[in-house]
């Protein structure tokens, strides 16, 4: 890289460290850790429905060992202030975050939406969403199905605690959430179980990993739930759950 690129390049990380910083204030948790690895550091923003950040290369991804976008340096600075959009936004294809199926988010045929909550990057088939919503309850399940399949919003699980069923209350620490980012389960502070262990806890001779992070995402805490399993090689869930349109 020669000295002019290299100066290109250092510029262009400390516009991404920036708008990281401007983000701090505002309410889209998807854009403070990778959605590939789950960790923070310098991201790309995608600026399309998904509201999600990635890592560009290895290279910016190397502290977790992140697969990341494979987007060289070089196209990095090709791209300049143009508006980045990933795979998914540019092909209006998402996955449902309960199946991990892709479908269509294209407005004129819908196969998936996108949860109402402002902050949310959540796309779900209504089926799916429809049996988190109304577990064990087949007949509204299939009623709210057909609503959001017509038309009607609707907020995902994701905005309540999956204990007491109440909402997040951000300037109250006890009602902060912990956020799974596997599944759309949350869980206030003060909810959360035990078993979802926190970086104090870690005892790997006893197969007990840690679950929760704290200072990733502001006023919440980043879990992987009970629902998935941590692989000891990485400490993290297999990451099979991001798929791009091919």
Request: hydrophobic share 35%; net charge negative; aromatic share 8%.
């Amino acid at each position: 890289m020669d000295s002019l690129t290299e100066l290109s390049y250092e510029l262009l990380l400390t516009e991404l460290e920036l708008q990281e910083e401007e983000l701090d204030s505002e309410l889209i948790p998807g854009y403070r850790v990778c959605a590939i690895c789950d960790d923070g550091g310098i991201l790309i923003l995608c600026e399309g429905k998904c509201m999600r950040a990635f890592h560009a290369n290895l290279e910016h991804g190397e502290h977790s060992l992140c697969e990341s976008l494979c987007i060289t340096n070089t196209e990095l600075l090709a791209l300049g202030d143009t508006a980045f959009y990933c795979a998914n936004c540019t092909y209006e294809k998402h996955q449902c975050f309960v199946c991990g199926e892709l479908g269509s988010s294209n407005e004129s045929s819908p196969e998936v939406f996108c949860c109402s909550n402002e902050a949310c990057c959540y796309f779900y088939h209504p089926h799916c969403v429809g049996e988190l919503l109304y577990p064990g309850n087949s007949a509204a399940a299939e009623e709210l199905e057909q609503r959001i399949a017509a038309g009607e919003q609707f907020v995902c699980p994701a905005h309540r605690c999956h204990v007491c069923g109440e909402v997040e209350v951000t300037l109250i620490a006890e009602l902060q959430f912990a956020v799974c980012r596997r599944c759309p389960r949350a869980y206030h502070r003060r909810c959360l179980p035990r078993e979802i262990t926190r970086e104090e806890d870690v005892d790997i001779v006893r197969g007990i990993v840690q679950r929760a992070w704290e200072g990733l995402i502001p006023n919440r805490v980043l879990i992987y739930c009970l629902d998935h399993e941590i692989d000891l090689g990485t400490l993290r869930p297999l990451p099979n759950h991001i798929r791009f349109p091919a």
